[in-house]
């Protein structure tokens, strides 16, 4: 014999309360069974509200009673193509008389409100059995309240076993197929109608189980079972097959609407199993629940939350030791009636704090202040300090106790996401760790933490690019040729969430379709870069990358605030590195601080791993001597390519025309862009070192250096050609090439033109080479090499995008 009950969603319809019979029916056909049901979806709560608005002398509690009238019959009729009933009727006759009885005497007690109550499951059962017989099953309807029997705790009654179990004896002999129940109901000794409170449906079908011996109970309801996370949260979320019930009650506690636990320990006293099942999927997966069960891999099962929580904390000297001040701490919540979610307490017994919801927030304050009166007028103890809009993410696993580092791994991912706990609780159990969190954090958290414990599923990756130009382009085009890919083979999910140019701006938040990114920017807001951060920070994603595509000086001015906000940044742009010293260390600083990362291997030599490998070598130890190198691809480019037969300045613009150059090329020849470099690079070795310490020799002629804008700067390159035709004919005439090379030896830096003869290896540089020549401790006869490519869209956008994986990975 099997207990199925069924939940108000399951039986909130025409359509609904069809697919429930024919589920029973099937299942009669090879067992007899036990059906329990809730009041039709959403009624019970109608019922709550119609009688407290009669209790306040609010008369439209008669027109929501026509409503409820209406909403019943229409169902009814459906299902049985009957438009009148005299039991409906008279339920609804019974409802309307309690009613204006409460009205009159303004007074509503629980004892009343659990026989208003009691209509909806009453009406949901006579329906159902109504199609039932209709449909040919052999079927009884049953009323509750004449088996079970409860004490007069009206509105959460207990049940009394004694008169219980004799009543249910009698039911051992009956014969019928189908044997139907209102859920939630249930009466006293005196005959007096009372509900079993919440979870009320699940008990009635639990205590069923347990007093007829059911093989199986099934509680049917609107989804498959118990989640790995709050689904609507988490879209990663998982479904739970199995789960013992010390994790049911620890998921459930948090939030999870799909059980309510203790309703269901009747059942688990005499170890019968329990399938959690979908009414609109009922072939589909289900959740187990058994006593004892133990799969003995998987650590956390589960990340439950609960909203709308505020926490309360006491602090004072006068608390260290004083044995009751809990005990009237708890006494005086218990006696306003405001339960406590969660206690957190330093052994240093310096404060204590608890958890509660939100909405017992004026009561609880109310009771901790008049308890605790004499103590905060003597100054023994501070007044209570009430934080709101809270939190609480929770693990579960009953696996927990046995594996070290599961906290601190939760700490650490919640801290590099810039998620800031406000007090934790871990009970002697160990089957939960809880953190109270900013509630604006909760979906971050929740995600970012089920990514790091249920490490089969995808890392999303959330991407904000500023900057669509050259690099910018090719950056998006790498993203999208390759996400696919990126998902598949190593489980990343790389997402472009915001894009801006100077002008507009466009966000998706489950990440954009790279094909359309031109035509749907175009669709976007006018925005500058702060009304960008500002929706990105408001959208408050888990691993969100903030990329800078620009060459813009007020975009890298925002870095600083990312990166202490716990977000990361990627950029080529190398404005922020080359600030004063103090400023990069503070970029350097809060990376640390807020676990954020600042990456900007793109600066120095596009994707070559010229900083990286500087990283490398300064961590394991390894010391930079000296330096010596080409770093700027629009100058090699440049001097590889001019031999006086066609004017410098249409190089200029070929290389330009490449994406070699900066935005503005008067950076790259008047040697700003190889200092710049160079800078970069003495600081990552480890060393404080300015721009001004520099020194730098411009090969450019004076004028050019002058000019006002790009147009009278290439007009002043060609009043100029001699000057750059002498300098190829004074390099060629010693059959050396001419190189921009940046050097630092000795603590001394410097940049400039210089003609390199073949034994160098500066001389053999292709088009748009860079290199790079580390003299370290480790490699001091020979230096240790990179060269390549330093310029262009297509490899920076590889580096940038190298940045973001390196982000991913860790
Ligand atoms: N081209 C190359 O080989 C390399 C370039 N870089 C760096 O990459 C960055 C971008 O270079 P390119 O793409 O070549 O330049 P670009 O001029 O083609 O693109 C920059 C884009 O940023 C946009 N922009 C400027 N201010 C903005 C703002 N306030 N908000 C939004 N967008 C803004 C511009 O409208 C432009 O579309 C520069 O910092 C450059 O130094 C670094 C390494 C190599
Ligand atoms: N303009 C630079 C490229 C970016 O750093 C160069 O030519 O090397």
Redesign the pocket.
């Known amino acids: 014999m099997k207990v199925m009950k069924f939940g108000g969603t399951s039986v909130g319809s025409t359509d609904a309360i069809k697919q429930v019979v024919s589920i029973v029916e099937k299942a009669a056909q090879t067992s007899q069974v036990y059906v329990v049901v809730s009041a039709v979806g959403g009624v019970t709560n109608q019922l709550v509200s119609l009688s407290q608005k009669a209790a306040i002398r609010d008369k439209s509690y008669e027109e929501d009673i026509a409503q409820l009238k209406t909403q019943h019959l229409e169902i009814f009729e459906v299902l049985t193509g009957s438009t009148t009933d005299e039991f409906i009727d008279h339920i609804f006759t019974q409802l309307t008389e309690v009613c204006k009885g409460v009205f009159l005497l303004k007074e509503l007690t629980e004892r009343t409100k659990d026989y208003i109550l009691s209509s909806g499951e009453r009406l949901s059962s006579y329906m159902v059995n109504a199609y039932m017989e209709k449909q040919g099953l052999d079927v009884q309807l049953f009323d509750a309240r004449e088996y079970i029997i409860t004490d007069k705790k009206f509105g959460g009654a207990n049940v009394i076993w004694q008169p219980t179990t004799q009543n249910f004896e009698a039911l051992k002999e009956n014969k019928k197929q189908v044997n139907l129940f209102p859920g939630f109901i249930a009466s006293t000794l005196d005959k007096e109608t009372a509900t079993l409170g919440r979870g009320g449906s699940d008990y009635t079908a639990s205590l069923i189980a347990n007093l007829l011996k059911a093989d199986e109970l099934e509680i049917w309801t609107d989804v498959n079972g118990l989640m790995t996370a709050d689904p609507r949260l988490v879209r990663q979320a998982k479904l739970l097959e199995h789960v013992s019930y010390e994790e049911a009650l620890e998921l459930s506690h948090f939030g999870a609407k799909v059980l309510y636990p203790p309703s269901i320990q009747p059942a688990l006293d005499v170890n019968i199993p329990i399938a959690i099942r979908n009414t609109f999927d009922p072939g589909g997966p289900q959740t187990y629940v058994t006593k004892e069960w133990q799969d003995g891999q998987t650590i956390i099962r589960g990340i439950s939350s609960i909203k709308d929580v505020a926490l309360l904390t006491l602090t004072g000297p006068s608390m260290v030791g004083i044995p009751n001040f809990s005990a009237r701490l708890f006494k005086a919540l218990s006696d306003a009636k405001v339960n406590v979610i969660l206690i957190t307490q330093a052994s240093s017994e310096h404060s204590i704090c608890v958890g509660i919801s939100q909405a017992d927030v004026v009561l609880a304050q109310q009771a901790v202040d008049e308890e605790f009166h004499t103590e905060v007028m003597l100054r023994k103890i501070d007044p209570v300090k009430i934080e709101t809009d809270l939190c609480i993410v929770a693990l579960v696993g009953s696996n927990m106790r046995d594996h070290v580092g599961i906290s601190g791994k939760m700490f650490s991912t919640l801290g590099t996401n810039g998620v800031s706990i406000k007090a934790i609780a871990q009970g002697s159990s160990e089957r939960n760790i809880s953190v109270v969190i900013a509630q604006n954090h909760l979906k971050k958290a929740l995600n970012t933490l089920h990514e790091s414990f249920f490490l089969s599923e995808l890392k999303k990756i959330n991407l904000f690019v500023v900057g669509v130009g050259n690099v910018g382009k090719a950056f998006l085009s790498q993203v999208r040729k390759q996400q696919a890919m990126l998902a598949k083979e190593f489980r990343v999910d790389i997402q472009v969430v915001g894009i801006a140019n100077s002008k507009q701006c466009y966000f998706e938040e489950q990440g954009m379709d790279l094909t359309k990114w031109t035509e749907l920017l175009k669709t976007g807001d006018a925005c500058d870069i702060d009304g960008f951060i500002e929706r990105m920070k408001a959208l408050n994603l888990r691993n969100s990358v903030f990329i800078d595509i620009t060459a813009s000086k007020s975009i890298s001015a925002v870095y600083q605030g990312l990166l202490e906000s716990s977000i990361s940044v990627v950029t080529?742009n190398?404005i922020a590195a080359t600030r004063e010293m103090e400023k990069y260390l503070s970029l350097k600083w809060a990376t640390k601080k807020y676990g954020s990362q600042f990456l900007f291997e793109?600066?120095?030599?596009?994707g070559l791993p010229v900083i990286s490998t500087m990283n490398d070598l300064f961590k394991s130890g390894d010391k930079v001597n000296s330096i010596q190198a080409v770093?700027?691809?629009?100058?090699?480019?440049l001097f590889n390519n001019y031999d006086g037969t066609k004017p410098f300045s249409s190089i200029v613009k070929d290389?330009k025309a490449l994406g070699?150059?900066?935005p503005d090329?008067r950076?790259?020849l008047s040697g700003e862009?190889?200092m710049r470099?160079l800078l970069i690079l003495i600081r990552e070795s480890g060393r404080k070192f300015e721009m001004d310490q520099i020194a730098q020799v411009s090969f450019l002629p004076e004028a050019c250096e002058k000019a006002k804008d790009l147009d009278e700067f290439y007009d002043l390159l060609d009043a100029n050609e001699a000057h750059f035709q002498q300098l190829y004919a004074d390099a060629n005439a010693e059959d050396a090439q001419l190189r921009v090379v940046a050097s630092f030896k000795n603590g001394e830096a410097k940049v400039g033109l210089e003609k390199v003869q073949k034994s160098h290896p500066f001389y053999f540089l292709e088009g748009?080479d860079?290199i790079v020549l580390f003299y370290t401790e480790r490699y001091d006869e020979q230096p240790l090499v990179v060269k390549g490519a330093?310029?262009?869209a297509a490899v920076?956008a590889s580096g940038i995008f190298a940045d973001v994986l390196r982000i991913a990975n860790s």
Not at 602 to 606: E, G, K, Q
């Open positions: 080529p190398k793109t600066n120095v030599a596009a770093l700027s691809g629009t100058l090699n480019y290389a070699l150059t900066e090329p950076l790259d862009d190889v470099k748009k860079n330093g310029a262009g920076t």
